[in-house]
């Protein structure tokens, strides 16, 4: 088995690791290592040797030699030479060794994007932060943030005095020394090789991982030679670029590259998807089961299925390519997306709601969050089925909505408010006239009378934004019988609180909140947030005097979303509301 421990950048102490990784895997072991940095003794069965100089074409022939001899073979590199990197593709597993340093890190993320862009494997991809309690070094968080692969506990290492002193006398911990937590978890990495089994020969045709590089390199060149006409009809561009697809894929073959039929038909599909769909994640698009999809820059997607977060194997090529697909999202809607710009909410063309933020706000890279619209509305017979609700509750909620009750549901995020206040809005009478009111388009009611209104961000020249607070204000002059905000998180629940106050009962709307006592707290800073320096007891008689329901939602931690609780607000007692629990 080959192992490369590698940094670009000297001083992280990958020798300091390396080494005494090689003591803890036990005989045969050979170890490898391009520099003089620190000399070892080592028990029985394990050798130790120095390779001067650029190895160039030689290393295959080296480490050949040495992979036969031995059963694990470490390579300590730098990982910048083209050799170097040739060995790092090669190897079962790459060892990265960095401190809490923006250097350091900034060589690792370099180093990771590498291995990526060539298709090699995420799992067998290791870091350690070696001497992470540095004094001025960056915090734990502030690395995670920008590393796209996570770190287990056992992959920090501290700084140890003892490690310093071994390292001057060119000595191993292992060897005499008290089991120091540096050892200790060196010794959980050495016990996590033992169980990888070598990789398969990366020759082999037909892996994911192996179609990735062929497929940015014919992404790379579609791009270069089509030329997109917006105007032009869908089948003649698919045609067009279907043709020039085949082109490409001829010419790749005749330069050496290797692809069976069957790998031929997905490289067709995902490239037409790169082009003209949403590339990575165009299918995760139309996968009906999947309700969210997170991308955390190039190298990490993530999706929620059945409630749980899963991370992918799918990976765009670079930064640039998430940035490209946020834009293709945005432009149509007449929004825009840059460094003036950083952040963006927009919506697909089927209702789903995108979020997108990039850098210098985001630190991952371009970060895309698409909150799936649910084709097939749920109903009050699904969330029975689930177990979400119970049928007492959902007659209580029927009757409360028929004799005209303000209500708030409250919950914390993908807690299932907006599919809560959904199923609750068609209690509605179809009689009555409703002004919806949303940030994004999410809501779906079913009655007839509907007018619907959505807020808009300010344009190029930051003039034309219309709030949710003015779409409140304009909705009190559109005669309407019940108000359904998709949600409230600022000054408009001031707006909202006086319209439930003065005719406008029945009106439902949902807030960020986890517990209903937590939401009168959060109203009476929303209602701050309006700008008029209101006293709180004037403000708690306007939330007494509004509401009279309080459904609060929570999603457990198997996913699952339940309705924890009913509560009927009472009256102002003193300087609290009263909160009497029905359910």
């Keep these: 088995m080959l192992i490369s421990i590698a940094s670009i950048a000297g001083g992280t102490g990958k020798s300091s690791v390396g080494l005494n990784l090689a003591a803890e895997l036990g005989v045969g072991v050979t170890y490898l290592q391009t520099n003089t940095v620190m000399k070892a003794s080592f028990k029985e069965g394990l050798s130790f040797e120095l390779l001067n100089g650029d190895l160039g074409a030689k290393w295959l022939q080296v480490l050949e030699s040495k992979i036969k001899q031995k059963y694990y073979t470490l390579v300590e590199l730098e990982g910048k030479s083209a050799w170097e990197q040739e060995i790092l593709l090669k190897s079962d597993l790459v060892l990265l060794v960095m401190t809490p340093t923006i250097e350091h890190l900034r060589g690792t993320q370099e180093l990771i994007n590498f291995l990526f862009r060539h298709g090699y494997p995420r799992k067998r991809i290791k870091v350690v932060c070696n001497r992470y309690r540095l004094k001025r070094g960056l915090?734990?968080?502030?690395?995670?943030?920008?590393?796209?692969?996570?770190?287990?506990?056992?992959?920090?290492?501290?700084?140890?005095?003892?490690?310093?002193?071994?390292?001057?006398?060119?000595?191993?911990?292992?060897?005499?020394?008290?089991?120091?937590?540096?050892?200790?978890?060196?010794?959980?990495?050495?016990?996590?090789?033992?169980?990888?089994?070598?990789?398969?020969?990366?020759?082999?045709?037909?892996?994911?991982?192996?179609?990735?590089?062929?497929?940015?390199?014919?992404?790379?060149?579609?791009?270069?030679?089509?030329?997109?006409?917006?105007?032009?009809?869908?089948?003649?561009?698919?045609?067009?670029?279907?043709?020039?697809?085949?082109?490409?894929?001829?010419?790749?073959?005749?330069?050496?590259?290797?692809?069976?039929?069957?790998?031929?038909?997905?490289?067709?599909?995902?490239?037409?998807?790169?082009?003209?769909?949403?590339?990575?994640?165009?299918?995760?698009?139309?996968?009906?089961?999947?309700?969210?999809?997170?991308?955390?820059?190039?190298?990490?997607?993530?999706?929620?299925?059945?409630?749980?977060?899963?991370?992918?194997?799918?990976?765009?090529?670079?930064?640039?390519?998430?940035?490209?697909?946020?834009?293709?999202?945005?432009?149509?809607?007449?929004?825009?997306?840059?460094?003036?710009?950083?952040?963006?909410?927009?919506?697909?063309?089927?209702?789903?709601?995108?979020?997108?933020?990039?850098?210098?706000?985001?630190?991952?890279?371009?970060?895309?969050?698409?909150?799936?619209?649910?084709?097939?509305?749920?109903?009050t017979d699904d969330l029975l089925k689930n177990g979400s609700i119970t049928s007492e509750m959902i007659t209580y909620l029927k009757e409360a909505v028929q004799t005209r009750k303000n209500i708030i549901v409250s919950g914390g995020t993908g807690s299932g408010k907006t599919t809560l206040l959904n199923i609750v809005s068609g209690f509605i009478p179809p009689n009555e006239r409703i002004v919806c009111i949303e940030d994004s388009a999410e809501l779906n009611l079913q009655q007839d009378h509907v007018i619907r209104l959505e807020s808009r961000p300010a344009n190029v020249e930051g003039k034309g934004k219309v709030s949710i607070r003015d779409l409140v204000r304009h909705a009190l002059r559109m005669r309407p019988d019940r108000i359904v905000v998709g949600e409230v998180r600022g000054g408009e629940a001031l707006d909202m609180l006086q319209a439930m106050n003065t005719g406008h009962n029945g009106s439902l709307t949902t807030a960020h909140a986890n517990s209903p006592e937590d939401l009168i707290l959060r109203l009476e800073t929303m209602v701050l947030m309006a700008g008029y320096d209101l006293p709180s007891k004037a403000i708690r008689e306007q939330i007494a005097a509004a509401i009279d329901l309080i459904i609060q939602t929570v999603r457990r931690a198997d996913g699952s979303r339940k309705v924890t609780s009913i509560k009927k607000v009472l009256s102002i007692s003193g300087e609290k509301i009263k909160l009497a629990t029905v359910f």
Excluded: C
Excluded at 139 to 152: F, K, M, N, Q, S
Excluded at 210 to 217: A, G, N, S
């Design 139 to 379: 915090e734990d968080d502030e690395i995670l943030a920008v590393l796209p692969i996570p770190l287990a506990r056992w992959q920090w290492l501290p700084e140890e005095a003892l490690l310093v002193e071994a390292e001057k006398r060119g000595q191993l911990l292992s060897h005499g020394q008290p089991k120091l937590r540096f050892v200790s978890q060196i010794r959980r990495l050495a016990l996590e090789i033992t169980e990888i089994e070598p990789m398969i020969n990366q020759s082999q045709e037909g892996t994911r991982a192996d179609l990735y590089p062929l497929r940015f390199e014919a992404h790379r060149l579609l791009v270069e030679r089509v030329v997109i006409d917006e105007s032009e009809p869908r089948e003649h561009l698919e045609k067009r670029l279907s043709g020039e697809i085949s082109v490409i894929l001829s010419e790749l073959r005749g330069a050496g590259r290797r692809f069976g039929k069957d790998e031929e038909v997905v490289l067709r599909k995902k490239l037409l998807d790169d082009v003209l769909g949403l590339g990575e994640i165009e299918e995760l698009v139309r996968d009906e089961t999947i309700s969210e999809i997170m991308v955390n820059g190039a190298n990490q997607i993530y999706v929620e299925k059945d409630g749980v977060l899963k991370l992918t194997d799918r990976r765009f090529p670079n930064d640039d390519e998430v940035k490209r697909i946020i834009e293709r999202i945005v432009s149509p809607l007449g929004r825009r997306i840059d460094e003036s710009s950083p952040a963006v909410d927009a919506r697909l063309p089927d209702g789903s709601r995108v979020h997108a933020i990039i850098p210098p706000l985001a630190l991952n890279g371009p970060t895309l969050t698409i909150r799936k619209f649910s084709k097939g509305l749920l109903s």
